[in-house]
C-alpha cells in the first residue's frame, strides 16, 4: 500500500489497529506520521486521545498501558511511536500486536532500516498490522518524482528548471519538497517554474553549474569550462568534484550508449536511456563532436580524476586544478 491510499484510508475513517512504518526513505514515514498526529483525530479529541512517545526516551509499560486505554469521549485514540529504531523494547510490543485494541490506532515509524524478517516482530507485522516499507530513490528516478511533486501542487516545471533543481538537491526528498514550496510561495500568478525561479528562489545559479559545464564540455567550449571551474573554486559550496565527475560520467555513459541505437528517433533513444527528449539534442551533439573513440577516452578519464580526486595518484592536488586539467585533455 502507498503513502496516498493509506492517508486516503485515513480520511475515509478505515482504520487498522496497527501501522507500522519502515525503511530508508524518512520523508514517507514523516509524511504519515505528521498526518496521523495532526489529521487522524480532530482537534477536539486529541488532547484527550493522542499519545506521543519516542523510541529513545519510551517506557514499554506506559507505551502498552496507553495503547489498552480506551479512548474518552470518542470512537478512537491515537498512539504514535516516533523514531521506534531507538526503542530498546520492541519484543515487549510483540503480545500487544498480536492481540491490539479495536479503539486504538498504533502507529509506529522506524526509520532508517527494516525490522528483521526472521523475527517474530515480522511475521505479526506481515499478519496484523498494516506494513509499510520504503526505500530510497535511485538517482535517475529523482527528475520524474520531483516533476510529479510539482505536478501534485497544481504547478508544471521547466526541464532546465527540473534538472538544475535535482542536481542541486539530490536525493533529499523532504528538502526537496520544501524548496519546491519555497518557489511555489514567489510565484504569484503564474503556474510553471522557470530556471530564473530556480536561480532566485534555491540559490542555483543557471549560469555555472554542472549543466553548463557539461554543454561547454560537449560543444568543446574550453574558455566557458574554465570560467566555470573558476566559479566553483570561488564557491565550493557551489558543485563539489564529488557531485561534479558522477554527474558528467552519468552523461558520458548515456552518451556511449547511443553508438548502439543507430536508425532509432529521438523520442524513441531518450527513452531507451531514460532522459528527457528535451535534452536529446545534448547527447546527440556529444556524440557527433567526440564519436566513439572519444567517448570512450572521456569515461577512462573520468574514472582516472575521480579516483585522483580521493588521493589515489594525486596526492594534495587541489579539486579546481583537477578539474581544469581534465577538462583540458577531454577537448583534446
Known sequence: MSVEKIISSWKKRQFKPVY???????????????????????????SFNLSVFYGKDADWVALINACKRYPMFAEKQ????????????????????????????LVVSYKEKKVDGRSRLAKLLKEKA??????????NQLPEWTSELVGSKGYSISPKALALLVDHIGNDLSRMDNEVDKVLVNLGDRRNITEDDIERYVGVSKEFN???LQDALVKKDLPKAIR????????????????????????????YVLFGMAGMDEKSMASAIGVNPFFMKDYSAAARNYQLEGVEAVLLLLHEYNLRSIGINSVGAEDASLLKEMVVKIMA
Open 210 to 212: 554542472v549543466f553548463e
Open 228 to 255: 566555470i571551474i573558476q566559479y566553483f573554486e570561488a564557491n565550493p559550496k557551489a558543485a563539489p568534484i564529488q557531485q561534479i565527475l558522477p554527474a558528467l560520467y552519468n552523461f558520458f555513459s548515456k552518451t
Open 20 to 46: 507500522w512504518f519502515e525503511g530508508e526513505e524518512e520523508y514517507y514515514i514523516d509524511k504519515l506520521m505528521d498526518y496521523a498526529e495532526h489529521h487522524i483525530l480532530p482537534e477536539s479529541e486529541a
Open 130 to 139: 498494516e506494513l509499510y516499507s520504503t526505500k530510497k530513490l535511485y538517482d
Open 78 to 105: 491515537v498512539v504514535l511511536l516516533k523514531e521506534a529504531q531507538q526503542f530498546r523494547n520492541l519484543d515487549k510490543l510483540e503480545a500487544y500486536i498480536e492481540n491490539p485494541l479495536s479503539s486504538t490506532i
